[in-house]
Each structure stands twice: as C-alpha cells, then as structure tokens.
C-alpha cells in the first residue's frame, strides 16, 4: 500500500479524492491538510465521510509526513512551494490546480496574473490526459511512469481535448474556426459561496459565464495547438448548469472535405481501442451527462451536420471524476505502475 | 371585451394562454377545447387553475362558436382545417402550431412530412415575430393590423431571429458558419409522457437532441433569409435543460470586419428603441434564463471574442410567453389595434 | 394613486413587493431603501426588474418621503423605529419582519433576544391574516380598516392558521398533540448566502432544520391559543426543499370524535365560503405547492387516517406571496378601503 | 465467485442491483432477464452501463440457469412463482418486491389485491432488515445464514424500522399516536412514465400522495409490532420529493417519562454500535439526504421537543440503496457467510 496525503481536502475536488482514494486497492489515506479548517476532524466538514470521520486536518507541511504520493488542489500559485518540497523528498506531486498545466509563462501570467516562482521544478513536470499524453505532453515529452510532479488538467480541457485529438490528429477539420460551447454544473464553481450559485438564483436559472474569456482558454488552445502542430485559436463559452455534477461540450468544426459519419466513427473508435474510459458511441446516439456521473468515463458522440457541412463533436464527463480527482488518480496509476483503472472502475449509477 | 377561444387547451401552450388571458384587460374567454379531456372542467386537469374551474372542455367546433379570435395549439396538419372555418366566419385565427409558419411547401413536406391541404387559406396568413415582422413577413406582406389568420413562430425561431436581425440587417456578420447553441426547458418538450422527460432521467442530466435535424431549423433559416436578402444556412443544435422554462441561444458569427462592442451595442439598442419587450442587456452583463421567467421579455447580451473576431450573441426568452402564448396574444394585440403589451406588461419574478 | 415605499427593498420579500406592487391597479411605486445598496439602481441588484430600473436606493430615512404606506422587511428589531416614525407621520406602516408578530414581549424576548423599545406604538399595532383576523387579533382587536401599524404573519404560521382555524374554531380535534411537519423553499432562507443554500450542498438534498425551536413556533401558538380559546403547544418542525417558492405544511391532530370526511370537507369550505385566496379541495385531491407558486392561494385538502383517527390537514401556500408580500399587499387592500384581491388576482402558471 | 442472476433488471432496482454486483469483489453477474427488452442488449436500456454493455436480456426462466443466487424486482404477485422454482434448483431467492414482505396473508389480500399461491413457499421465506431481524423474523425465526427465499424489505419500512427499533425495544415510547411523516425522491415511482413523474409536473413542485393509505403501512407495522411485542398502528404519509434519490423520514413519538437527549442517544448509539451501516449522529446534528445517497448507510438523528416531550427520530437512506438493492446484496451476503459489507462499503459523495 503506498500512502497519499491530500492537500487542500476540504475543497469540492479534495473530498472527491478522499472520497475515491477510499475504495483504491493500493492506496492508503494519510494525511489531509486544510487552511480554513486546520485542527477538525474532516466528519466535521463533510457529513458524507465515515472511514475517514476521526482523521485531522493538518496544515500544509504536515501533510507531507511520511507520503508517498501528494495531491494538491489549491488556488493558482500556491502549489509550486509544494512541488518543491515534494521534489526534495522524492514524493510524487500531483497538482490539481493550474500551476503545472501552462507551459509558457506568458500565457500564465496573461491569464492567472502570476509569475512561475521557481523555473526548475516546472521543467521536472508533466502535463497529462493520459489518453492523449503522447501528442500533448508539453513538459520535455518525459515519460508519465517516471514522473515526480504532475500537472493535472483543467475539466473544460480535459472534455475538449478527449473530444477534439482524433480528428485534429487525422486533420479531417479546419484549424480556424473551432467553436465550443460548454456547460457545467455547480460543483465546478466549487464550495466558496457566491450569489451565482445561491440555491435560489442559481436553481431555475441558465447562463453562459466569462464569455470568450475564461482561464481554461490557453490551456485548452495549448493543447489542440501542440496535437495539431500548428497554432489553433478557439471560441470557448462555459455555461453554468443547475445541476450538480458534468461538463458537456458542444464542439462545431467545419470538415475539411466531405466526409461520412461512419468513416470519422471508425477513426474514433479505433483513436480510443486500446482506452479504458472513453466510450465512443454508437452512431445515432448523443452522450448525456447522466451516463457519466460519479465515473471516470469520458463519452464522446458524433455528429455531422450534412447541410452546412459541420462535424459536431458531444463529449460527456464528470467534471469531479474525470475532470479533476478521478484523472489525478489515474494519473497517479501510471505514474506508479499500478492498473490504469485501479480504483476507478465503478459503473455510473442510472440516475 | 373580445371573446377568445382556445383549441388544444390542456397542452401546456394551451394552459399558458388561457393563463395569460385571464388577466388581459380586454380579452373574456369563451370557449376552451380538448380531444383528451372533452366534456370535463379545466380544473380536474390543472389543479393551478381557479378562475375558470368550472369551464368545460368542448370539442373543436363548439370552440369556434360566439368567438372573436381563436388559438389553437395543435400538432402539425390540424390548423389549417380550423384556420379555414374561422376565416370563412371572419375570425381571427393565430395557430401557435406550425402550419403556418413556413411559406415554402417543400420544406414543409420535408420536415413535417405533410401536405398543405388550403393553398388559399396560407395566402390569407402572416408570420409574425412582431419586433422584426417589416423584415420577415413572407405572407404577401400583408399588413398585420387586418390579420385574419397568424403563423406564431416556434420558440427557437422567436429567441433566435430577435437576436440575430440587427446584424444581419446591418450586415456587420458574414452569412457563412453562423452555429446557433440553443437550450430548452423541459415545457418546451410539451406535456406528452416521454422517458427523455421522466423525472429520474431529465433531472441532473443534460445532452442536446435532434442534433443539426431539429424542424425549426427551416423556419429559423426562412427568417435569417428575409432580413438578410441572401439564403443562409445554419447549424443549430438544441439541447434539454433540467428546467421548467425558458429557451437560452448562444449564437457565433463572424465579424465582417473589426467592430467595436460598444458600436455593436449601440446599433442593437438603437433598433430595438421602440420596442416593448426587447431588452438590450448593458455591455458587460449576460442574459440569464432567470430575468425573463414568467414574462414576455427576450433578454439579449452582445459579446465579441477579439481573439478570433466573433460575434457572440446570447438571448433568453421563456419558452411558454415569448416563445408561445404571450407573443401570440401580442400578435393579437396588434391585430385587433389594442396597445402592444395589453395584458403583457407582468414583471418577471427574481426567482 | 396611493403611494408605496419599501424598505428592505434588495432581500427576497422586498423584490418580490416590488414585483407585486408594479401591477396593482392603485399604487404607484414611490421610494425603495436599502442600507447595503443605497444609492445603486435597483436593477443593477435584480436583472428581472425593468419597469423600476432607473429607480434609485435611498437610505431609509428618505423612503419616508412622501409615501402613504410603507413596507418594511428588515431583520428583527430594526421595524419599531419606522413604525414610530411612519405613525407620527400619519403614513400606514406594514411590517413583513417579526416586531409586530407576538403581543406577548416575554415571547419576544425569549425567542429573538430582543426588547420592544416603544411600547406604545406596539399597542397600535395589529397582527392580520386577513382571513382569520377576527379568532387571532390580539392587539386591542383593532379594526383592520383603521389600521397604521399591521404586522404581517410569518409564512410558517400563515400556512398552519389558515389549516387549523375552522378545526380548532369548531373543537373537532384535541388541542393536544398536534404535530405539524412543514417543507419550505429555499428562497425562505433569503438572500443571504450560507453553506445551506449553496447549490451544490441544497440541490438533491433534503433535511429538517431548527428542530423544535424554530421562532415561529411562538407565533404560530398564539394564533392556535387564540382561535381556540386555551393554551395550544404544538410539535413544529420545519425542512428546506431544494425548490425555490414555496410552503406545504402537513398537520397532524386527533380527532375529539368519530367524524366524517365529508362533514369536515363542508365544514372548511363553509368556513372559507367567501374567501378569495383559500381553496378547499375537493375530496380526493391533495395540495400540491405546483399549483399556487407566484399567486396568493392558499390550497387546504382534508384528510382522515380512519385506522387511528386522525385529522391530516395539508395546506400549501407560496412563501413570497401568501406567506410575504402578496399578504401584505391584501393587508393594505383592505386597511385602504380596496378590493382585498387588488393587484392579487393572478392565476398560478401550471408549471 | 457465486453466480447472481437479476431478473426485472431493466426497472430501477434492477440496474441498480447489475451496478453495485459489478463491484462487488465475490459475484459474477450470470444473467439478467426483463419482460419488456427480451432479446435487447441492456446497454440499449441504459446508456451509463458499459461492464455489460453487451450482455442480452432473456426471459425469466433462462435467468434461472446456471445461478447460485437470483434476485427479482417484480410487481406483486410474480415472484411467488419464480421463488418456488429457486427452492426446488437449490437456489437462494431474493425477491426485491412485496410477495414476501407480509407474514399474514389477510394483509396482503386487503392491501395488494391478490392471494398466496403457494403457502408452502411462504413457511421458508425470511423477511430482513438485518440490523434489527432478531426482532422482526416473523417467517419461523429461521437463521438468515441458511436462508433460502428472502423477503427484502421495502424501502419506506427500512428507513423507519431502523429509525423505531431502539426506542421500542427499549420501551421509551408510546406505542399511540405515533407520526411517520416521509419524504421519498423519485426514482421511488420507478420507471414507468406518469404525470406526476413528469418532469414538469414533478420539478419545482411538492405534495403528499397516499395519505394514510400506502401499501407499505402493514409492513411497517407488522415489524414495529413484532418489535414491541403489542400490536401497533401509526399514521403513515408519504411525499414525492423533487430529486432523484433518497427517503427521508421525520417521526413523532410522545416519550412515557421524561428522558433526557443524552441517554437517549447512547442508548441508539449502544444498540447500533456493531452495524457497519447505521451511524447515530452526534447530538445537534440532523441527519439529511445529501450525507448517504449511492451508499447503504442509515443515518439517524435524535430530537427532543422540551415543550411537548415529544421523541422527534430522522432518519435518511438511500431508497434505491439501503431501501433496496443495497440492502438485498447485504441480504445475500449474511446468507452465503460473505463479509456483511462486502460490495457495499463505498463512501457516499459529497454532492
């Protein structure tokens, strides 16, 4: 059993990670730290958790003790210290929020208004949705079984990139005019409250949020850019859903040439053979975000629309599982040469 | 007092009318059918209903006695039949059902697989989103203030060409690759017993539906030909809200040329000044599906995303009012020379 | 045209008289205050608003000004102040907060921690659920159309009074052992934000809350004790819907004898028979919160557990409405010499 | 592994039995079978399954081939039937439905309109809650271990069995005028569509249904009866909840003597403290949904009413869960001398 402590744990995706981490076949729970709630026993935060209801938030450094594997998810700019130090004791760093995921500096400074504090350790990072590691792995193409700090994607990035690799990888779309539309439900905006997500403005209400102008934009475009090979711009629109859990994403690319909705299936489909959690379906069906719930899969549907000739991708995850804890851990997985899905097997429920 | 009458009143258009009309200061119901529910009270139906509990349901011939104006909300290929009789008795038909809403017959055929039946009576008929009708009345434009028979428009159509009219009317947006997102509460899928609208499968779900197939998609492109004075195709995708109301479309288009947001906005507040139900949102704000609940208002937000110099256009309408019985009681108002917002001018609630 | 300020203008009750006030056919909107967003326009607050958008917040002070009534909705203590102030000014005060709820300053002080400063004007008060004012009118048994000072009821004791007022008024059940289990929607939380009300924590969640000890219980007893005559204690506890508007409470109490559904049905009904907003059901239906949502009904369904023989009495009302601000515009309605359903009469929308 | 059979798989117990044997470390699921989809893949019913995506369902006897335990959830009446043919094969039978909840046949009768076919059967069913059946086999007191036919308990009585159980055998209640007012998601109704399940209808709305006269209230009193020792009748109302998945139930009970809130607590805390699935909150919590839905924990909190010396229980479960699947592979499991929680020990998410 290796041991995993969590920092940031009273976070919407640190208790998804303790909450999966519980039921991994290899992994013990070790230390869970949190600024806001240092001192109380986790129960006391979260009413759900049991197994763990006696365990006590730590403060930052303390989480490190005795840890084989250190998860964080915290604001932009406070992991990179916490890499560091993991990177000094040899302690494998996943980071769940958006310090490792830029590769060029500009853009995280343009975008999260910061600088990178410490230039090295960024260079010992790898930059990971497995499915798609080996056309986007920015960070020194280093290999994901040797990886000491991993940066842990965006969820927006995580269903856009799943979506969009095998037709860019096959070129059968145009690089201009990519538009995705996407919408996510509340736990993405995550446990800080907001008069957004106050139940009665949020419950019955629907909008897009930070038009044309979000923070997952150059990560997004990073990776499209490096799978591609050349520069993609894109026009990304988040929605807010008022429901809890799921990203869906509408994807509108124009086709190269005229192209038939079997042929791009097929490429699809055979994209992902070899991949646990993405589920291509069937031609005619749509991916729903109730088939996803509370798993790691990723479905993907396609689409064309003959008349104006579009290929429409629809592409379904858990915004908690896949797009944050459930891809931490399968990160982790590889990184430790543990069974991709260890731990993350579950069915989605029906509803 | 006008006497109007309600054809398919246990429909949730239906019950919205006679909702509606209740409270209008000129307008007495007079008769109220159904096929299902012929011969019983409104209020065995609908427990919300008071006023006129004891009203008995007729059947659709009874409905045309004694009345001034009829609506009826019908499935595809049932109006025109009653469209016929009220214009031989000269009363005012508005259809919230699609046969009268596309002056093309082939594309009627192609998308509701049926035939007109009364050439003769399609003659008689306007189509009126009342905001942009100078643009858009394809009947003969005939004047709407002697209207005998009225195709209200679909509630995408409604939300969408209100939103796009000003562009395309300035030309500021190229014809080509505009993809129109749009999302439906569930009353728009009506009242029929559906799994796609069981609870336990639309509640906390979200996918979209009909992808690039759904029929108002030639009704949509009709209303962009006529303001535009070219034929424009499009591609539009509606998907399924776990709401009760309200239809958000998130358009893009190219900008023609660099514009300015504040110019764009400006030409868009400018040709909506007169208009009552029309809200032109201030630059930075986002129409949001929650201010236009219960009302007949169609919010509307413009966002450009300079990274790619597209055009985004965001507009809320509900689905119920504005996308059905409210724009067709406006549709009367201006038939029958009463003020526009007679019986519309309700506040949306906050919540 | 009367003219109507309020004060609390930006919480939910404010907004929602707002909305209310818009449409009555008698009353011309004149100030609105609030002390967090004084001088903003309030359609910077609340997007649904466009009749009043350009109207300015003042301070409290100013919203005296040249009004004839005026509406509070402050947190407990804060009304007895503009009460005295409104009363020298001869301008009709409605408080929709808890000050002129309880007659009885012992209860008041136990239950909100709180004394009441001016005891005079306590005594020009009265306290009205219009419908059953003459069994519960504890201050003075004033004459509602004199009132200057009226305290408008809890939502809580609104829902319950109407439900147990012609039981307890005709001594059918045991004043004993009454158990009332209520279920309100989350904007009854009010605008505040708190973990409770975030999103993702009240969304497909569902709890009681202040078991035993909710501050309207006091409230709730002295209408109960002075409809009936003797002391009434009774078992209140409420739960939070994830729903937005809305209260059904479902009340529990022995019946003293044997009686028959039928006779308890013509006993409501006869107690009702000239009530506006109270709607007994039929025999066989049962109150549902779907069919008074944005209207000031409230439904009653009679029921009896043959096998224990007890009385089941379910009311429903809309917690904004009924349960706030449609009351207190009744309340107005009739101390101004109005119809009591002035600006009230709207139907409820079926969904 | 033992070989488990689901027949009634495409209702929502059904799948839910299919995903939670999927994870369950000591079962192959064998064969599943469904009236209405014979010959269909079950991944044409439910999209979210991917394990056995392409298993096909079969009729009900083939269900029965090869299998070492089957399950069935079935309306009342057919599983008596399939029951008899399991004990013939030798193999145990866990009917999910009501054909083996009621020991006296008079009960069944009047409240599910049918007869016993086959008495014989009966004598070798046992009914189990398992945390409290050494007070509730009404079956011959047989041991679970050898069990045979196994009646799994519905889905209200579980989550008030459990929440009773302590305080009557302990004997700190009245046995009178006791109030089970419970509240039940929708996937309770199942699957089959209905106007109150339509979406709607049922979202943003809220209402009693079956007001004293549920088909569960002979169950619920046989084991409350059979747990006291006396005969017992409550007042049972059930409501239909605007979410997925969950009962909540909130019971009223009048204490004999004065007791205080701490020694009622550890007495609920002693008698559960070997059960891996019923956590006694701490005092000053209450037990809510949101805390153990997806898993097959019971949570229950305790109340006192002061004023009216009222013992107030909550208790909450997942009622596709603990109120049923979960509970029948707990069932299964005490039976083959699995671990108790084998399959079952997931951590409920947070949201």
Redesign the interface.
Known sequence: MIKASVIGATG?AG??L??LL??HPKVELKNISSKSFEGEPINKI??????YSEKILTDENSALEDSDVVFASLPAGLSEEIAKKCFEKKILFIDLGADFRLSNEEDYKKWYKKDFKYHDIHKEAIYSIPEIIKYDNFYNKKDLKNAKIIGNPGCYPTSIGLALTPALVNKIIEKE?I?I?S?S???GAG?E???N?????????????K??EHRHTPEIEQTLSNIYGEEI???F?P?L??????I?S?I?A?LKNKNSLENIFNLYKDFYKNSKFV?I?NIG???????????N?C?ISI??????N?L?I?S?IDNMVKGAAGQAIQNMNIALGFEEDAGL???????
Not at 46 to 51: D, E, F, I
Not at 285 to 295: D, E, M, Q, R
Not at 345 to 351: Q, S
């Open positions: 919407y208790v998804e303790i909450r519980a039921s979260y009413g759900n958790l049991n197994k005019d538009i539309d919408k439900g509340a736990t446990r409250l907001t008069l997500t106050h139940f009665a403005e949020c419950n019955e209400a629907f909008a897009p949020y038009i044309a711009k894109i026009t629109v929605h859903l008022p429901i809890n859990r799921g869906l509408t509108y124009k589920r379906l069906n749509i991916a729903n975000l109730k088939n996803v719930k509370y798993s899969y479905d689409h064309i629309d003959e008349r104006t579009k429409i629809v379904a097997n579950m069915i989605p429920p029906a509803f």
